[in-house]
């Protein structure tokens, strides 16, 4: 009894393998056996007969003796996809998913385009994808669901995404279960492009709200800052050197902040609401006796020139620079500030009043001169006083 069962299981599987339909990478049926029946060619004699020795004894059921006579084959003959392949099928008829399933990947590598390898791994995997789903490995299953893809015709793979999608949302319903911010965070970073991500990421700022609004803060709020600083700094460069302010010419209302700009210029001069005089010649500023910080007044360290108040200046629209061509004993002067305007004094003193600025490389003309002051026409009709160490002399 025992050949006569032998024979009929030998008959089913044959029957199996032999009459199975399967679907090569078009979808279209592919009718054949999974197997590979006829050795490589170019191969010796004695390799062909260990090829035909391994596929008999698979054929009868002897599936441990095959696998070892295919892995002897594949010891001389690696490239062999159709070895791969048929220990592939050993590995499968054996229960062996895992070991099946690198064959026919192994198999696929050395020949991509091969229908029948296609068919057999896309059946193996899918018997996997079955038993994870009854195990509740839905990770995996969405793994193997995805390999199954390129290996499946275009009107399978919308099915298989149905199906990813469904496998998903089992996953999602455990991390619902779970309730935790790493259950969700986790799920969102392996399926960022799932439907359900989003719901994910809806149950976080449930769990988080602080950490959410932090988040959002972040990301609206830090770009507008950077833009707004970067154009500040491109107008404030794209200055043009032009005689920018002057003292108005209405007396009276120079008049009316005196007062003001006394108090402001008194803790320099160590005065309380009085100008100092310095009309006498005499009076001037000493080198000898001034502090050689006093005579920096008109700019700091820092290049910054000091500045008075925007009420008490007006714009000077005409032009301070001079026709050099007019005469040849014409003395100009240059403004050599690093960036800002260089202050323009009534006399030539670094206490003495503000009566206009000149920005950086404008041309005036020179009047005359002292070891630290440069006596300049700035504007039609109007001149002042500027500070040497800001300025040069241009020939």
């Known amino acids: 009894m025992k050949p006569l069962k032998s024979i009929l299981l030998v008959i089913l599987i044959l029957s199996f393998f032999g009459c199975a339909s399967l679907q090569n990478q078009d979808g279209e049926s592919f009718s ?16 062909k007969e260990l090829f035909t020795q391994a596929l008999n004894l698979q054929y009868k059921g002897q599936l441990q003796s095959a ?3 295919w892995q002897k084959f594949l010891a001389e003959r690696s490239q062999s996809f159709e070895a791969l392949n048929n220990l592939g099928m050993a590995y499968y008829s054996n229960d062996q998913l895992d070991f099946s399933i690198q064959s026919f990947e192994s198999a696929l590598a050395i020949q991509p385009d091969n229908g029948r390898i296609k068919s057999n791994l896309s059946r193996t995997l899918r018997f996997r994808v079955t038993l994870e789903r009854e195990n509740r490995e839905y990770a995996k299953a969405v793994a193997d669901l995805q390999k199954i893809i390129p290996l499946s015709g275009k009107d399978q793979q919308e099915k298989i995404l149905r199906e990813i999608e469904s496998v998903q949302e089992k996953i999602f319903e455990e991390a619902q279960k779970s309730n935790t911010t790493v259950a969700y965070e986790q799920f969102i970073k392996a399926y960022p492009d799932s439907v359900y991500s989003s719901k994910a990421k809806e149950m976080l ?15 609206e709020f830090l770009p507008p800052i950077a833009e707004e600083t970067k154009s500040a700094e491109t107008q ?9 302010e002057k003292l108005m010419d209405n007396s009276s209302m120079m008049e009316s902040k005196a007062p003001e700009m006394k108090m402001e210029e008194a803790p320099m001069m160590g005065s309380q609401m009085s100008e100092p005089k310095m009309e006498d010649s005499a009076m001037m500023e000493d080198p000898a006796m001034m502090d050689s910080k006093m005579s920096d007044m008109d700019m700091g360290t820092d290049g910054m020139a000091i500045d008075i ?21 014409v003395r100009q002067v240059k403004i050599m500030t690093k960036r800002t305007p260089l202050n323009i004094r009534a006399k030539p003193s670094s206490s003495a009043r503000v ?19 440069y006596h300049v026409a700035y504007a039609t009709g109007k001149t002042g006083w500027i500070s040497r160490k800001f300025s040069k002399e241009v020939k």
């Not at 108040?309 to 004993?329: F, H, I, Q, W, Y």
């Open 309 to 329: 108040p925007e009420s008490e200046l007006m714009v000077d629209k005409s032009d301070p620079t001079m026709d050099r061509g007019s005469a040849s004993n």
């Open 355 to 373: 009566i206009g600025k000149i920005k950086k490389g404008a041309i005036v003309r020179l009047i005359e001169e002292t070891s630290r002051w």
């Open 205 to 219: 700022k449930l769990l988080n709200p602080a950490a959410a609004m932090a988040k959002e803060a972040v990301k």
């Open 236 to 244: 404030f460069e794209e200055a043009a050197p032009l005689v920018e």
């Open 32 to 47: 054949g056996s999974p197997y590979f029946e006829e050795p490589p060619d170019k191969i010796l004699f004695s390799d």
């Open 67 to 69: 696998i070892q006579l």
